[in-house]
Every structure is written in structure tokens, then in C-alpha cells.
């Protein structure tokens, strides 16, 4: 869903450059990482400070689903195309361009590398929870769960109603056998998600994510309450509140405002 949006967003706009990176980073998410490298090199195509590292006619925006696996020396064209734009300002570091590679080397398995880009985003823009979110997903990917932890928890201290953030968290805390915690935050997606509260513009979101409910299931299921699975199988978020001890007022709080983003 995300990516048809930011599409339609690029077909209105193709030079739109924050449409261009979120949608690198939600065809990485997709595992489809051909396409991430592709939309990646035309983020350097339409930004005009570098566009001469591209040269030729601007690409066109890749067929969704035709093409998936990254091929090494598309990978490698682009990789070296962003580490020139990084050294062309080496004393005033770009967070885009950081991101940029911070996608390339997460789609490499490079995960150090990646979390080095993020945090040397994050330099520059440490108020940004996104980027919080990207540098937790990427120390998580790299088997640094504590760490990821750390990341998450600054995400959702800037935003909190980030549920993205929120429930990789969750997932973070079943790694490190945190099974109650996993089951608070889950709920707590679970309940800002059912609050229907959104970004400014955003579609009101009613749906209950089955992602969630599936890792709450499993965590139940690992915590053996075999008397709460007919309250998960009912979606009963009333009765897994109580038993968790959730508050009814987290999905409406001045601050729940969600945004189901993409980025891992």
C-alpha cells in the first residue's frame, strides 16, 4: 500500500527526493531489491547536487514485482555512485546520502556499515525518529538486539505513536526472551492502531495489523497462557489490556498519532 502511494506521489512529481527514498527503503522492505537500487540511483538522478554522477536521461521508476533479486554489479554501480556524493562535501555530511547507503549496505547484509551510515545521519538530524527507527532495525538485523532496543526506545520517545517502531521493539524483545514486554508493546501497536489516530492528511487506520496480532499470538504462546488464546483468536483487545495491564487511554493520547511507516 505504501509503495502504490509514494508511485502516485512520483507520478505527480518524479523529482519528489523524499518520495524517492521512502520508496527505496519500502522496496527493501519488500525484499525487492532491485528496485531499491534502482529508485536509489534515481534519487541521485533528480537531486541537482548530484546529478552529474548520473549521466545520460533520467531512468523511469522500475515495474513493480518484474524484477526482485539484486544484481551485485547494479548494487556496486550504485554503492560507488553514493560514497562519490558522500565525499564530494566531506565536511558537511548529507543524511540523505548516509540513508541512501545505509540501504545499500542493509541490502549487502553489510549491517555495521549500515548502522555507521545511520548514525552518521543521525548527526546531523538526531531529532529524526525515522532515522532512530532505521539504526534499530539495522543493529537488529545484525544480530545487536540490546542495541536495537536503545534505538527504539529513542524513536518512540520522539514519537510516540511511531508503530512501526513500536513493534519492532516487540519483535527485539522476543529475541532477547523479553516475552511480557513483546506482548506490552504489541498491544500497544495493537491499541494506537485500533484508535484509528493518523499524521495530519493520513487515511484513519481501523484495520488491525494480522502482522502484530501473529507475533501477540506467538508470545502468548511462548509466555504458555493457554487461557488467552480465544481473547487473540477474538481480537479481544479489551480482555489482553486488562491482563497486561495496558491502559485504555493509550490510543488516545494527544501523542498517539500513528504512522504505519514502511521502514523497518
Not at 527505496?24 to 534502482?38: G, P, R
Not at 540490546?146 to 513500536?166: C, D, N, T
Not at 495491564?245 to 514502511?262: A, K, P
Amino acid at each position: 500500500m505504501a509503495i502504490s502511494a509514494l508511485r502516485k506521489c512520483l507520478d505527480l512529481d518524479p523529482t519528489n527526493l523524499s518520495a524517492l527514498m521512502a520508496l527505496s527503503v519500502s522496496y527493501t522492505n519488500e525484499s525487492l531489491q532491485k528496485q531499491a537500487c534502482h529508485v536509489l540511483h534515481l534519487w541521485l538522478k533528480a537531486n541537482p547536487k548530484y546529478s552529474h554522477l548520473v549521466p545520460g536521461a533520467a531512468p523511469q521508476l522500475p515495474n513493480h514485482g518484474v524484477m526482485s533479486f539484486m544484481d551485485s554489479g547494479v548494487h556496486g554501480d550504485v554503492c560507488e555512485k553514493y560514497m562519490q556524493a558522500a565525499r564530494l562535501f566531506p565536511s558537511d555530511v548529507d543524511p540523505d546520502v548516509q540513508c541512501g547507503l545505509g540501504v545499500l549496505f542493509n541490502l549487502s547484509g553489510e549491517y555495521d556499515k549500515a548502522a555507521d551510515c545511520f548514525v552518521a545521519a543521525l548527526g546531523v538530524r538526531p531529532n529524526d525518529w525515522q532515522l532512530w527507527n532505521k539504526l534499530g532495525a539495522t543493529l537488529a538485523n545484525g544480530k545487536q538486539s540490546e542495541r536495537a532496543v536503545q534505538a527504539y526506545h529513542k524513536a518512540l520517545e520522539l514519537y510516540p505513536g511511531f508503530i512501526r517502531s513500536r513493534y519492532n521493539l516487540g519483535i527485539s524483545c522476543i529475541n532477547l526472551k523479553a516475552y511480557k514486554e513483546a506482548a506490552e508493546h504489541f498491544l500497544t501497536a495493537l491499541n494506537l492502531q485500533s484508535s484509528g489516530r493518523g499524521l495530519p492528511g493520513s487515511a484513519s487506520r481501523n484495520a488491525m495489523s494480522e502482522g502484530i496480532w501473529s507475533s501477540l499470538r506467538l508470545v502468548v504462546s511462548f509466555l504458555d497462557r493457554q487461557d488467552l488464546y480465544n481473547a487473540i483468536y477474538d481480537n479481544n483487545l479489551e480482555v489482553l489490556n486488562r491482563e497486561f495491564g495496558i491502559g485504555s487511554s493509550v490510543g488516545n493520547s494527544s501523542t498517539g498519532e500513528t504512522q504505519d511507516e514502511t521502514s523497518r
